[in-house]
């Protein structure tokens, strides 16, 4: 194909934004793409996103050289923050370990700004009001972003597969920019009848993390910066976790029995969280903590439903009889004029925080204490709880600042199952229901039989 030739095939297959029609991430995928078209780009030195949007190869663009320049600044402040909780973890001394903490946060914060800095070039690229804006650019993150996670999880399913000799997924999740390989089979295929030690496993899985798969992952990323003639090869995977249990409740929500992290070996198992109950601020603390504690017992080495079972039955003891200041549900309030209506007090579809400020609202005007008591306002912090009906306002619901509004009357009226249910026993269900467990005995027909 000639230059000409290319220029003209290329021509021929854009629509009005200048654009390649009939691009998919499937057929790209798969590489059942139209091949002229890869060959076109080729000869004309474009590279071609999963968008099918064109870039001129001939010299760097702007992105990638504001992007480079901070990925390196974020490695160099990742590097120090990994070798202080190296250091961390290997401190015996107190006072020692609280400065290495500074250090683990110092370098932490910054890795963390750059990592923010570099995510926010996609968004710029889509906003209207930046120097830069072209949704195309924006698109094609995106979609190669896509491809991407996509293109490295299909290969390694089949590179373990090959080696293992099974059709099993070992790619068992993939995130935005992550993917969880399910390596049991292999240790078993190595070790035989052998059961080694958990440090004998994570010796073995780190060795092959950072040898043949990690050798298989840039293999792959390269073959297809080769396939869609890229500038050059800028998609890179290091190991991070080697964890010997976890569980998923959904997209984003998995926990997970750590072992080692990025290189830091640790003593007895760290957990990471991330999406659960547990690390949301609007859950109530003695809640979060109770969800960490029942996490714990699910991803320990001696787990059972009936373990499980007995703490939720034990923490709704503790949790009903604490103070409904610590258990009530963390908000900040909007729309309160949006929802307001002078005759119902709240309109028809009111989110249940918003209503509780607005019967609170009203009850303090109605008993003329706005002296004593600050109405809640726009963006204002909040708690609130269900409440039991008939009760003295007439309200399912209460909300407030600071302190229970006691002068309302409503001490006796605190709907706590509902308002246990909300925060602490909705996300252990989903939690248990991940490892097909109940949160209390259920009875089996054959059970009942007996």
Known sequence: MTPKEAAEYLMSKMNDDNIIFDI???????????????????????????????????????????????????????????????????????????????????????????????NSLYGASGSEYFVLYDTRIASSITYCGQLSIRWIGERMNEYLRGILKTNKNYVIAQDTDSMYLWLHDLVLASYGSKQPEIGERIDFLDKIANGPLQDQINKQFNALKDYMNAYEQKMFMKREAIADRALWTGKKRYAMSVWDMEGVRYDKPHYKIVGLESVRSTTPMPARKAIEKLIEIILSPDQSQERAQKFVSDFKKEFLATSINEISVASGVNGLEKYRDNNTIYKLGTPMHVKGALFYNHNVKLRGLEKEHDLIKEGNKIRFAPLRLPNPIQADVIAWENEFPNFLDLENYIDYNALFERAFLAAADRILGANKWTSKKVRTLDQFMM
């Open 24 to 118: 998919s991430i499937e057929k790209l995928l798969h590489q059942k793409q139209d091949e002229k078209i890869l060959e076109a780009c080729r000869v004309l030195n474009f590279s071609m996103t999963a968008n099918g949007v064109l870039y001129d190869n001939s010299k760097r663009g702007i992105f990638p050289s504001l992007v480079d320049e901070m990925f390196i600044k974020r490695k160099e402040n990742k590097d120090l923050q990994l070798k202080y909780e190296k250091l961390y973890e290997q401190s015996c001394l107190e006072e020692e370990k609280k400065e290495i903490k500074k250090h683990i946060s110092k370098y932490k914060s910054a890795q963390m700004a750059m990592k923010v800095g570099l």
